[in-house]
């Protein structure tokens, strides 16, 4: 489980741990089910106006068993990507804690990520909101930037309430300065 | 009227069409199942999410296969 493998400091809260928003999910979900029902679709067409295969002198009743057969195929490797999509959605997230924020994320299928980043370290928090659903349901990227060179910068597309995250680590990022300044010792 | 099982391509008879197109989805799930199954155990943060997804995706997709593995032998 994630949490063995990040290994959180014996007094390390976790303020909050965020996915992307469920706008994003639906739909990505929703084309994946479109395509699961297509063709469904396609024999429901066929049921409803059987002179359309008349012209192919084509008759399906010799074929069901054809037909279940690419129709099950069709529907293992649309169920796969939902899963995908669904693996995508729930594995990649940012843990928030009172000391670091940690970012899982999926490069490739193969590949995932985590990184972490001190909060002593931030420098820089932007979010944007870009576009009218966005706006409206509130969601947006958040990109954060890090002492150090470019590559240590994270950012993130799709977040519910950038505005209410950014919030959070700001005053997460305060309370750690303040902390550090306060015992130094823990720094090391 | 058109019989669809008659054609044949690359020379090979329809039968094994159909095998080949089920030894390749079988290859693409195992693969798939695989990568899945250690994702879900490594990086999720709770047990119970990853019991109920792995459980969902096995009682979806396993039956469908099934029907795939048994239709693919009794279509001539």
Do not use: C
Not at chain 1, 139 to 145: C, I, R
Not at chain 1, 158 to 177: N, T, V, W, Y
Request: proline share 3%; no cysteine.
């Amino acid at each position: 489980m994630l949490f063995e493998k990040i290994q959180l400091d014996a007094e390390e809260v976790v303020l909050k741990t965020v996915r992307k928003h469920w706008f994003i999910i639906v739909t990505e979900l929703f084309g994946v089910f479109s395509m699961f029902l297509f063709p469904f679709f396609i024999l429901f067409i066929v049921a409803i106006f059987p002179n359309l295969l008349d012209s192919l002198n084509l008759n399906l009743a010799h074929y069901t068993a054809l037909i279940s057969f690419a129709i099950a195929g069709w529907s293992i490797l649309t169920l796969m990507s939902g899963f995908m999509i669904w693996t995508h959605y729930y594995l990649d997230h940012w843990i928030i804690t009172d000391r670091r924020i940690i970012l899982v994320d999926q490069v490739a299928f193969f590949n995932r990520n985590v990184s972490m980043f001190r909060l002593e370290r931030l420098q820089d928090i932007k979010f944007s909101i870009d576009g009218v659903i966005p706006t409206f349901l509130n969601f947006g990227s958040l990109k954060a930037e890090t002492a150090g060179n470019s590559e240590s910068n994270f950012s993130s597309t799709g977040l519910p309430d950038p505005r209410g995250l950014q919030a959070i680590i700001q005053k997460a990022m305060d309370d750690r300065i303040s902390a550090i300044h306060m015992h130094p010792e823990e720094l090391i | 009227m058109i019989d669809i099982t008659q054609f044949q391509s690359l020379g090979l008879p329809f039968h094994s069409i159909i095998l080949l197109v089920l030894y390749f989805i079988i290859g693409i799930y195992a693969i798939f199942t695989a990568i899945l199954y250690y994702h879900w155990n490594e990086y999720a943060s709770y047990k119970k999410v990853t019991t109920y997804t792995l459980g969902l995706y096995f009682t979806t997709t396993l039956p469908l296969l099934i029907i795939m593995t048994i239709l693919a032998f009794t279509i001539n």
